[in-house]
């Protein structure tokens, strides 16, 4: 109770009050209120709630503890997504980072942002202990392995706690993270109509936030919205015409080469706006897989020279990862990965490239 004296005033002159006005309310004296104020004396016990509603506060918030279990808990977030993020393909720290998610829940109970952290970790531990499997379903198109998916407890525990989150989260950042990633959950275990349903209840892209940007400008700041607005619509386009060559079976591998170059050239065509500067880590992965589909083609010279361009993509990445890139081929998961690595790595050019990244 040592700073309930300060945190009156402070609320006092918040909302421009008097100390004889909050004493007439608590049938006290302004010599009491100013007492109190000054750290000499504290209020009766039975006061504090007359006083937190006078200040329209919770006591939590009149005695600082909000403020410091908001911080605290912000601090924990952040912390876990810096760990989860460490876990990039291969299981570095899950345990750790789902026990620790489970601890700050025990001291903070049903806090919705250490719940959606707990939900990510877990949502994170399925892919990297268990991974994302796909079948060649009757009609020749990859879909997911729903029957294997749906045996991995991360994935069910995260899918739980994802729909418990939505029936409290307002609209905002963190419900559309948990709508985002409960809609790929529900994708990888065949819950179709649920994720269908998600999907109804969004609202259209011209009312998201890149598209919304737009129209608080004028001028130059609205060309460049726009400009941010495309970029961001050519990530998406890319990243759906990728899923396509790798879920659509019966595209023939050149074509499939031929697509992901044109997605290379998509951000050429946008380059006189924003800098894809930080899309570099994407192009290296474009490249990789493109480097897949040539080589299936039988056009092997170019399916090296796929490689030595994901190369000077990969040394210019924010987070150079060049040396990684013999690991990470193709980057994305493909039926015949392993077929065709033995036949490329069995190329003595294969060998040149490796020691390319090491240098």
């Given at each position: 109770?040592?700073?309930?004296?300060?945190?009156?005033?402070?609320?006092?002159?918040?909302?421009?009050?008097?100390?004889?006005?909050?004493?007439?309310?608590?049938?006290?004296?302004?010599?009491?209120?100013?007492?109190?104020?000054?750290?000499?004396?504290?209020?009766?016990?039975?006061?504090?709630?007359?006083?937190?509603?006078?200040?329209?506060?919770?006591?939590?918030?009149?005695?600082?503890?909000?403020?410091?279990?908001?911080?605290?808990?912000?601090?924990?977030?952040?912390?876990?997504?810096?760990?989860?993020?460490?876990?990039?393909?291969?299981?570095?720290?899950?345990?750790?980072?789902?026990?620790?998610?489970?601890?700050?829940?025990?001291?903070?109970?049903?806090?919705?942002?250490?719940?959606?952290?707990?939900?990510?970790?877990?949502?994170?531990?399925?892919?990297?202990?268990?991974?994302?499997?796909?079948?060649?379903?009757?009609?020749?198109?990859?879909?997911?392995?729903?029957?294997?998916?749906?045996?991995?407890?991360?994935?069910?525990?995260?899918?739980?706690?994802?729909?418990?989150?939505?029936?409290?989260?307002?609209?905002?950042?963190?419900?559309?993270?948990?709508?985002?990633?409960?809609?790929?959950?529900?994708?990888?275990?065949?819950?179709?109509?649920?994720?269908?349903?998600?999907?109804?209840?969004?609202?259209?892209?011209?009312?998201?936030?890149?598209?919304?940007?737009?129209?608080?400008?004028?001028?130059?700041?609205?060309?460049?919205?726009?400009?941010?607005?495309?970029?961001?619509?050519?990530?998406?386009?890319?990243?759906?015409?990728?899923?396509?060559?790798?879920?659509?079976?019966?595209?023939?591998?050149?074509?499939?080469?031929?697509?992901?170059?044109?997605?290379?050239?998509?951000?050429?065509?946008?380059?006189?706006?924003?800098?894809?500067?930080?899309?570099?880590g994407v192009l290296t992965c474009i490249q990789m897989l493109r480097s897949y589909y040539l080589w299936l083609a039988e056009k092997k010279e170019d399916a090296f020279v796929a490689l030595d361009k994901a190369l000077d993509y990969g040394k210019t990445t924010e987070k150079e990862f060049s040396t990684e890139l013999p690991d990470l081929w193709p980057w994305w998961d493909v039926p015949e990965r392993e077929k065709v690595m033995a036949?490329?790595?069995?190329?003595?050019?294969?060998?040149?490239?490796?020691?390319?990244?090491?240098?």
């Open positions: 109770m040592i700073k309930l004296g300060e945190r009156m005033k402070e609320l006092r002159l918040r909302d421009g009050r008097t100390q004889d006005a909050l004493a007439s309310v608590l049938g006290v004296t302004a010599q009491a209120v100013s007492r109190w104020e000054k750290g000499i004396c504290y209020p009766d016990m039975s006061m504090i709630p007359s006083i937190a509603n006078y200040f329209g506060i919770s006591i939590d918030e009149l005695f600082g503890y909000d403020n410091d279990r908001e911080k605290k808990v912000d601090l924990l977030a952040d912390q876990l997504y810096a760990m989860i993020r460490r876990n990039d393909g291969k299981d570095e720290n899950m345990e750790e980072c789902i026990t620790l998610a489970r601890e700050g829940l025990i001291e903070f109970p049903g806090n919705e942002k250490l719940t959606l952290a707990l939900a990510y970790a877990l949502f994170n531990a399925g892919y990297v202990r268990r991974g994302e499997h796909h079948i060649v379903g009757v009609d020749g198109y990859s879909v997911y392995d729903i029957e294997r998916h749906r045996t991995y407890p991360e994935w069910q525990e995260a899918i739980k706690l994802y729909e418990k989150l939505l029936l409290s989260l307002s609209n905002g950042k963190l419900r559309q993270k948990a709508i985002e990633e409960l809609s790929q959950l529900y994708k990888n275990t065949g819950e179709h109509e649920k994720a269908l349903h998600l999907a109804e209840d969004a609202p259209d892209i011209k009312t998201s936030k890149p598209f919304l940007r737009i129209k608080a400008f004028d001028g130059k700041e609205a060309i460049d919205a726009m400009g941010e607005a495309l970029l961001e619509s050519v990530r998406h386009s890319i990243d759906m015409m990728i899923h396509i060559i790798l879920d659509d079976t019966t595209i023939p591998p050149a074509k499939a080469a031929e697509m992901l170059q044109n997605a290379e050239e998509m951000f050429e065509l946008i380059s006189p706006y924003p800098s894809c500067g930080k899309d570099f036949e490329m790595q069995a190329d003595s050019r294969w060998t040149e490239w490796v020691e390319k990244t090491r240098r």
